[in-house]
């Protein structure tokens, strides 16, 4: 990659030979008519993170190979890390009906298109543990996640919000116009999960997603604990879009998506818009107010 200099402003990396701008990513998410390979990529990276995420706990009482409890809680980390530089600019890598809403609240995805995604991500996530469960049998309890011994569903109920509160905020503010994308997205959200549950784990799973922990419950057909992880991580998004709001103001503007990347609009690498300013031979108009 080099360095193009527009006249007047700062250096910018110009894309290599059939590399997508910015501009033409955002396109391609928003498109109507891509909705369809959206939907698929949600089902199919929620598919390989419950499998990562579930996987541990049944291998682990299928083969008696005794994985050890960070593996098990680093795994979905680490898989989550994968799916996001793989596939996230497709669907936004979402992999979770609380970040989808949490996007949706924040005003930088359409509602219209949160119950689309839910869907996909459930049917991954059913899809994954139906796969565990025809391979190994219900063993290890399908990965599924409930409160550790001595534990109520109460304070379980509490860490999945506290955890959730982090998680979805450390996804709002490395997320670039509501997708989960890039190198920073990768490593912070992969890293945040493996973190929590490292030591949150042995009190309610560290779930922080309705979909992973519905995917055994409802292949098991046992909903016992199932409150917990769907209201405790729908209530943490939603306190985390308030933090975001107090942080870095509403969403749903240039400025707000730029500022929750931690970038101005003169030092992004390839800007989401045409350079405003008289314009030379070649270059197109700027886009108006409102203009996507």
Known sequence: MVAAVAPGGPVRPSAGPG?????????????????????????????????AAA?????????????SPAGEVVAPGLMVMAIILF????????????????????????????????VAQLIGAIGAAAFLAALFGRVGG?????????????QAFSIEVVLTVGLVSTILG????????????????GGYIGLAGLWAAPVSGASMNP????????????LGHAWVYVAG?????????GIAHILRGPGGD???????????????????????????????PSAGPGTP
């Open 211 to 222: 979909a992973r922990s519905l995917g055994p419950d409802i292949v098991l057909g046992n």
């Open 87 to 118: 596939m996230g600019a497709t669907s936004g890598a979402h992999l979770n009906p609380a970040v989808s809403i949490a996007f949706a609240a924040r005003g930088d995805f359409p509602w219209k298109r949160v119950p689309g995604y839910i």
């Open 142 to 154: 399908l990965g599924a996640t409930e409160p550790g011994p001595g534990i109520t569903d109460l």
């Open 174 to 189: 490395t997320a670039s116009r509501a997708q989960s994308v890039g190198t920073l997205a990768a490593l912070a959200v």
């Open 55 to 67: 996987g541990g706990p049944v291998v682990s009482a299928a083969t008696g190979s005794h994985l």
């Open 233 to 241: 991580p729908l209530v943490g998004a939603m306190i985390a879009v």
């Open 254 to 284: 240039e400025p707000a998506i730029l500022a929750a990347q931690g970038r101005l609009p003169e030092i992004l690498g390839q800007s989401s818009r045409p350079p405003r300013g008289p314009a030379g031979p070649g270059t197109p």
């Open 19 to 51: 590399a997508k701008t910015l501009e033409a990513v955002q396109r391609e998410f928003r498109d109507p008519a891509l909705e369809g390979r959206r939907l698929f990529a949600e089902a199919f990276g929620t598919f390989l993170l419950v499998l």
